[in-house]
């Protein structure tokens, strides 16, 4: 709720909690992290806390450089081709960056790519059909982008940063899960709502009511070998 007013607050909540997420599976100090679309560097500086070498891949100048100079471990790249060899990683990183790609599966692959045989995949986004998915202008956005952009500018009196088709994409829990269970590359290890607190990976098999309740997918795969 705090996102927009107290930014700096709501994402070093969210980088302690998804950092803890991420050590439940791997031991992290020593371990070489990649944080993509990480904006300007919370996650990466949770990471480097708990003693991973984290760095950082963002394609947006602006929000790299949002808390002020970028530092050398910050690298401007676009998540769709990552300036790293195959298998660079133990930890590859995405926290709600999937629903502003076009193409998700070329994302994903490309996650999967850079991530060593055995390594994990941390992969969270909003889904279009959360309470949640239209961003600032939800939950308007259940009764169209268009109509929840123009009320949300006649309400605040300027433009929503999200443009469906331009840096918003509806994005479909269903359509992601077949997708990553389909691969060979890769094993599921957890399908859950990041956020809530109870029946977290219960809520994500009922078909439907996913798409509204989940609120945000969370997802840890490992790589195959």
């Given amino acids: 709720m705090r996102e927009q007013s107290d930014p ?7 980088a302690r909690d998804s950092v803890a997420q991420v050590a439940r599976h791997i031991d992290l100090p020593g371990k070489i992290v990649v944080d993509i679309g ?3 560097g919370h996650f990466t500086e949770e990471f480097r806390r708990r003693g991973a070498r ?3 891949f963002e394609p947006d100048l602006r929000e790299l450089s949002a808390r002020g100079p970028v530092t050398e471990d910050a690298v401007l790249a676009d998540g769709y081709l990552l300036p790293l060899v195959d298998g660079a990683a133990d930890v590859c990183f995405s926290s709600n960056v999937l629903e502003h790609v076009s193409d998700p599966q070329t994302f994903i692959s490309e996650m999967v790519r850079v991530t060593r045989p055995g390594g994990l995949i941390y992969l969270s986004f909003t889904n279009w059909l959360s309470p949640w998915g239209g ?10 982008a268009d109509r929840a952009r123009d009320r949300y500018e006649r309400r605040t009196g300027r433009e929503a940063k999200h443009t469906v088709g331009e840096n918003l994409f509806p994005v ?7 997708h990553v269970r389909g691969r060979d590359d890769v094993q599921v290890v957890t399908a859950r709502s990041r956020y809530w607190p ?8 009922v ?3 996913r798409e ?5 997918l969370l997802l840890i795969l490992r790589r195959s070998p």
């Fill in 198 to 205: 109870f029946f977290a990976s219960t809520i994500t098999r």
């Fill in 38 to 40: 990480g904006g300007s």
């Fill in 135 to 144: 961003h600032e202008t939800a939950p308007w956005h259940y009764l169209g």
């Fill in 172 to 178: 479909h829990i269903g359509p992601t899960l077949r």
């Fill in 54 to 56: 984290s760095y950082l």
């Fill in 8 to 14: 700096e607050r709501c994402y070093t909540l969210l």
């Fill in 212 to 216: 509204i309740a989940t609120w945000n």
């Fill in 207 to 209: 078909p439907g009511l």
